[in-house]
């Protein structure tokens, strides 16, 4: 009598000897859509070797055109889209086969990004606190919105001491004087202002701070 033991109702798992990765994007980090060059992927099967006629991209549902470029153990497979259109998310599968008929496939859920320039120059203000809020949607898996802000402070405006040349006369009369700006850059339609300190007449007595103003008109 032979005994023995049975293994019921186990589950095998498959080895694979295909190997799918690398994948790429034919630009740097973010893309306009017109400038999207190609997808690539690498798919190696060292033990088997890799079918290029059973392995191709599979865009949204639709088996697309492929091209492979030989590498070690396999290719890298290209595919160019002729335009890239979608809800808020692009589903790319590789379907890899090898010479034995093994099937792999590898799904991957590109999302779509925002590159924004704020070109318009605004003057804040000196010493000013500016609020910036940001909101993003993720229409992957599980559809949600995020938000963040952050804020930042401008710069107060840097006071100078400024030369100043006073011309004496015999008698006494009012004395004028001229200043000598750091910096001719002034802005339209802004108001600036001159703190005259520190004067002295010869006898040691000091002049109260006298404070003005104006303002650059603007010409058009």
């Given at each position: 009598?032979?005994?023995?033991?049975?293994?019921?109702?186990?589950?095998?798992?498959?080895t694979w000897?295909?190997?799918?990765?690398?994948?790429?994007?034919?630009?740097?980090?973010?893309?306009?859509?017109?400038?999207?060059?190609?997808?690539?992927?690498?798919?190696?099967?060292?033990?088997?070797?890799?079918?290029?006629?059973?392995?191709?991209?599979?865009?949204?549902?639709?088996?697309?055109?492929?091209?492979?470029?030989?590498?070690?153990?396999?290719?890298?497979?290209?595919?160019?889209?002729?335009?890239?259109?979608?809800?808020?998310?692009?589903?790319?599968?590789?379907?890899?086969?090898?010479?034995?008929?093994?099937?792999?496939?590898?799904?991957?859920?590109?999302?779509?990004?925002?590159?924004?320039?704020?070109?318009?120059?605004?003057?804040?203000?000196?010493?000013?606190?500016?609020?910036?809020?940001?909101?993003?949607?993720?229409?992957?898996?599980?559809?949600?919105?995020?938000?963040?802000?952050?804020?930042?402070?401008?710069?107060?405006?840097?006071?100078?001491?400024?030369?100043?040349?006073?011309?004496?006369?015999?008698?006494?009369?009012?004395?004028?004087?001229?200043?000598?700006?750091?910096?001719?850059?002034?802005?339209?339609?802004?108001?600036?202002?001159?703190?005259?300190?520190?004067?002295?007449?010869?006898h040691g007595?000091?002049?109260?701070?006298?404070?003005?103003?104006?303002?650059?008109?603007?010409?058009?």
């Amino acid at each position: 009598m032979t005994s023995g033991n049975a293994n019921l109702g186990a589950t095998i798992q498959p080895t694979w000897t295909i190997f799918i990765d690398n994948f790429s994007i034919g630009v740097e980090e973010w893309i306009l859509e017109p400038d999207l060059n190609y997808f690539a992927v690498d798919v190696v099967d060292p033990t088997h070797g890799i079918s290029t006629s059973g392995t191709y991209f599979i865009h949204d549902g639709q088996i697309v055109s492929t091209t492979h470029s030989g590498m070690s153990g396999g290719y890298r497979c290209y595919y160019t889209p002729s335009g890239v259109y979608s809800d808020g998310t692009i589903n790319l599968t590789m379907h890899a086969e090898n010479t034995v008929n093994e099937v792999r496939e590898l799904t991957f859920h590109l999302l779509y990004g925002y590159n924004l320039e704020f070109e318009k120059l605004i003057d804040w203000g000196p010493k000013t606190e500016v609020v910036t809020t940001i909101q993003a949607s993720n229409l992957a898996f599980c559809p949600n919105t995020e938000g963040d802000s952050f804020y930042f402070e401008t710069e107060e405006l840097p006071s100078y001491d400024l030369g100043a040349f006073i011309e004496g006369v015999v008698k006494h009369v009012d004395l004028g004087a001229t200043i000598y700006p750091q910096s001719t850059f002034f802005f339209y339609d802004r108001t600036y202002t001159i703190t005259v300190s520190g004067v002295k007449d010869f006898h040691g007595n000091i002049m109260d701070t006298y404070t003005f103003s104006f303002r650059v008109e603007n010409p058009i």
